[in-house]
């Protein structure tokens, strides 16, 4: 059963065609500069195909896409109706949706509902839900939700301490993102150590440009780093993360900006990017350190620390921890990374063993001899768990 997954940015449409019979990609690709001009890069195996071709919007880039996958040099099918469905990152569900659903006239107006709360993502998301329904006419499409799998979360961790009215009145409370990665990561460590996810204290770091904490009990996400929007929690590429509110006004006036300058300041410019004043790239403030700029030095302290106090608040909030992972970009590739933010969690039994975290690239518990508590790294797969949902969904 072929199914096709894509993640749909304002001028950007990720896919993937996977073969869910053996759960194998068969071709992957991006389409870039959409309503700019438009380039598509198109891999199958370890061949690649770079083309420009004109993107007005994502229904031509869903066509360029199509024309990929069909062609008979660089393609994988021969007719359209071999997808058998196509699943859609959606990152915004609100309180709606606590699992993925076949995507509906209700559905379309529910995503639309959630724009306000995510307004970068939530309406290129749409857009590409549309796009595809006009190109690929009866094929199946089902929504995955970056938000779903924290809608587990108790009150006491999603609520806001706020006038309760702002929930009742406009849903004002923490949603949290990367839902997919740190459920797939997390059942993947469980499966690895070959315990029972239904009763493991998980902690899942998923730590790339942006970057959030996740603490699941017993299979269940209970709470997670970032909030209302992804601007909460840790430190991020550009992302503050945490941040004393009155901030806003303070800078407001200070600097003689408006709440959305301050707030695309706490978006784009802050985080590793800001601090470093290098980059928003691990790797180029890694060198900066090396070559000795102190401030580099500080925004790696200062981002180790606060993974290193998620962690710990999320031991607090399940009364212990089993296993905690490290994922995404820096999750995987820093041993370096992983080995200072374990620094910080010897309290908690956690011990790594030098040698087994210089791995890479697969799925592996770090820990030394002795340690009470695992420390894993395991390479996260959201379109895995995208296509998974979506087979799910359509097979019933
Ligand atoms: P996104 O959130 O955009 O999907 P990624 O998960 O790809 O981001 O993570 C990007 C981050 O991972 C960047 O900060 C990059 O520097 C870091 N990264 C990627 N490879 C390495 C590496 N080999 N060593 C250290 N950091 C790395």
């Known amino acids: 059963m072929k199914i096709l997954v894509i993640n749909c940015g304002s001028s950007s449409l990720k896919y993937q065609l996977l073969n869910m019979d053996d759960e194998t990609l068969l071709a992957k690709g991006l389409c870039e500069r959409i309503g700019v001009d438009g380039r598509l890069k198109h891999e199958r195996g370890s061949e690649e195909f770079v083309t420009e071709a004109p993107m007005p919007d994502h229904s031509a880039a869903i066509k360029i896409m199509l024309d990929a996958l069909l062609s008979k040099e660089h393609g994988v099918i021969s007719n359209i109706n071999?997808?058998?469905?196509?699943?859609?990152?959606?990152?915004?569900?609100?309180?709606?949706?606590?699992?993925?659903?076949?995507?509906?006239?209700?559905?379309?107006?529910?995503?639309?509902?959630?724009?306000?709360?995510?307004?970068?993502?939530?309406?290129?998301?749409?857009?590409?839900?549309?796009?595809?329904?006009?190109?690929?006419?009866?094929?199946?499409?089902?929504?995955?939700?970056?938000?779903?799998?924290?809608?587990?979360?108790?009150?006491?961790?999603?609520?806001?301490?706020?006038?309760?009215?702002?929930?009742?009145?406009?849903?004002?409370?923490?949603?949290?993102?990367?839902?997919?990665?740190?459920?797939?990561?997390s059942m993947k460590a469980a499966e690895a150590l070959g315990r029972p996810y239904d009763k493991l204290k998980i902690i899942t770091c998923h730590l790339g440009n942006g970057a959030s904490i996740c603490a699941i009990e017993n299979g269940r996400s209970v709470d997670t780093s970032m909030g209302f929007t992804p601007l909460?929690?840790?430190?991020?590429?550009?992302?503050?993360?945490?941040?004393?509110?009155?901030?806003?006004?303070?800078?407001?006036?200070?600097?003689?900006?408006?709440?959305?300058?301050?707030?695309?300041?706490?978006?784009?410019?802050?985080?590793?990017?800001?601090?470093?004043?290098?980059s928003n790239d691990f790797r180029d403030i890694l060198q900066a350190k090396q070559d000795g700029n102190a401030h580099a030095d500080e925004a790696l302290e200062i981002y180790y620390y606060r993974v290193a106090n998620y962690i710990g608040r999320y031991a607090a909030a399940m009364n212990g921890v089993d296993v905690i992972v490290f994922t995404a970009g820096l999750g995987e590739n820093s041993a370096l990374l992983r080995e200072k933010v374990c620094a910080y969690l010897g309290y908690l039994g956690v011990k790594v063993d030098p040698e087994k975290n210089a791995q890479r690239g697969k799925c592996m518990d770090f820990s030394a001899a002795g340690a009470t508590v695992r420390a894993m790294m395991v390479p996260t797969n959201e379109e895995l768990v995208i296509a998974r949902d979506t087979k799910a969904v359509v097979l019933g």
């Not at 058998?84 to 309180?95: L, P």
């Not at 993502?121 to 595809?132: E, K, M, Q, S």
């Open 82 to 185: 071999e997808i058998k469905a196509i699943g859609h990152r959606v990152v915004h569900g609100g309180e709606f949706f606590s699992d993925s659903v076949l995507i509906d006239d209700a559905v379309e107006k529910a995503i639309e509902t959630c724009f306000d709360m995510a307004p970068l993502h939530n309406p290129p998301n749409l857009t590409g839900i549309r796009a595809a329904k006009q190109n690929m006419p009866g094929i199946p499409q089902v929504g995955v939700f970056d938000t779903a799998f924290h809608q587990t979360m108790p009150k006491k961790a999603y609520l806001y301490a706020l006038p309760y009215a702002l929930y009742d009145n406009h849903k004002i409370r923490k949603y949290g993102f990367h839902g997919t990665s740190h459920k797939y990561v």
């Open 232 to 278: 909460e929690g840790l430190v991020m590429g550009t992302r503050t993360g945490d941040i004393d509110a009155a901030l806003v006004p303070f800078l407001m006036e200070k600097e003689k900006l408006s709440a959305q300058q301050v707030i695309d300041m706490f978006n784009k410019k802050s985080g590793l990017l800001g601090l470093s004043g290098v």
